[in-house]
Every structure is written in C-alpha cells, then in structure tokens.
C-alpha cells in the first residue's frame, strides 16, 4: 500500500496570503495525484488531478504541481471560503489511500 | 447537474448487515468507474472499493476484503455496497464517488454499528 503523507498538519495563514502545501507519497505514482477541500459537515471538494489540472470552475488561485513522489498544492491569495482541510490521494495503485490532511485556518 | 445520491445507512449491531445505494444521475454512469469512500468521525477518507464501468474490474481495501460486496446495476443507475459482518470500526459516513480522482462526492449516509 501506498502512503501518503501531508506536511504541514496545521498552517495558519491570514486572508491574502499564500498557503503551500506539501504531500508525499512513499513509492511514485506518475502524476495521478489529486488534491481535495473539506469544509465541516460537507464530502470532500475534488480540486486538482493529474497532479495540475484544476476541477471544472476551481478559481485560478488554486495550483498544483509536482509528479513521482512530491506534490505540491498552492493557494495564491487566501480567501475566507479557502479555510478548511485538504487532502491529497494517490489513484495510481490500489488500494487508492488518502494522507491524512492539513488544516488551513486563519492566522 | 450531476447527483449521487446515498441511502441505506443507520444502526446495526455487531455482525449485522446493510446494503447502501447510490442513485447517480446526470452524468453517462455507465462509462465511468465508481467507488465506495467512508470517513469514521473526526478522521480522514478511505477509499474502502471501486467497481469498472462494465463490472470487470472490482477492489477492496484489506479492511473490509471479504466482508464487504461492491456492485451496479448501470440500467439503474445504480451503485451498491452490501455490508456484512459489520464491526464497530465500520461507523462512518459511506460516500459514493465518482471515477477514480472522485470528480463527484454524494451527501454521505451514516453507518453507526453499535449494540
């Protein structure tokens, strides 16, 4: 099985600002890495696949990059609605596994 | 607008069963693979099994390999998990979600197994 790790756990950031994220898988899984938002109470969001490619609609402040074993999500200008936990998940292998999320509140 | 739409969740004791669906619609469902997701509470996804588009190809997490049953019915529409030999580790939202990167999430429904 592959696992995913997420750094920081928390990151507090003030509105405006721009949060880094980092995952990490333990083998390569090509690019097939995507990156989810989770507000309280709500499914997880779908952001980013293939590593990069924004989901339908996903403003333009969100960005991913990164393939093989290191990933990276990026929100350029935090904005309220932007608080939350994210998570990233390989889909390149079964079992597909999720890393355990960083939550992103404000500063 | 795409809808995935759960049921079939609630209380059981240990060692029970429940069949959850999943009713999926504007969106071709047959085409695409679906999957079964679950989040106990205060704790991070985990994708617990997925079913090809044609039926061909199906996975499950060790956790839930041989007690747990994922199938479609895509003249229905329809995703389906049985669930046996249900444990208290078990409790959790179950999602539906759709092709492997899960473009689309339902509402969840809630397993809680208790006695």
């Known amino acids: 099985e592959i696992v995913m790790t997420q750094s920081p756990v928390t990151l507090s950031v003030s509105p405006g600002e721009r949060a880094t994220l980092s995952c990490r898988a333990s083998?390569?899984?090509?690019?097939?890495l995507a990156w989810y938002q989770q507000k309280p109470g709500q499914a997880p969001r779908l952001l980013i696949h293939?590593?990069?490619t924004r989901a339908t609609g996903l403003p333009a402040r969100f960005s991913g990059s990164g393939s093989g074993t290191d990933f990276t999500l990026t929100i350029s200008s935090l904005q309220s609605e932007d608080f939350a936990v994210y998570y990233c998940q390989q889909y390149n292998n079964w079992p597909f596994t999720f890393g355990p999320g960083t939550t992103v509140d404000i500063k | 607008e795409v809808q995935l739409v759960e049921s079939g969740g609630g209380l059981v004791k240990p060692g029970g069963s429940l069949r959850l669906s999943c009713l999926a619609s504007?969106?071709?469902?047959?085409?695409?693979?679906m999957n079964w997701v679950r989040q106990a509470p205060g704790k991070g996804p985990e994708w617990v099994s997925s079913i090809s588009s044609d039926s061909s190809y199906i996975y499950y997490g060790d956790s839930v390999k041989g007690r747990f049953t994922i199938s479609r019915d895509n003249a229905k529409h329809s995703l389906y998990l049985q669930m046996n030999s249900l444990r208290g580790e078990d409790t959790a939202v179950y999602y539906c979600?759709?092709?492997?990167?899960?473009?689309?999430w339902g509402q969840g429904t809630l397993v809680t197994v208790s006695s």
């Open positions: 504007g969106f071709p469902f047959s085409i695409y693979s």
């Open positions: 083998q390569g899984v090509s690019s097939s």
């Open positions: 293939g590593a990069s």
């Open positions: 979600a759709r092709d492997d990167y899960g473009i689309d």
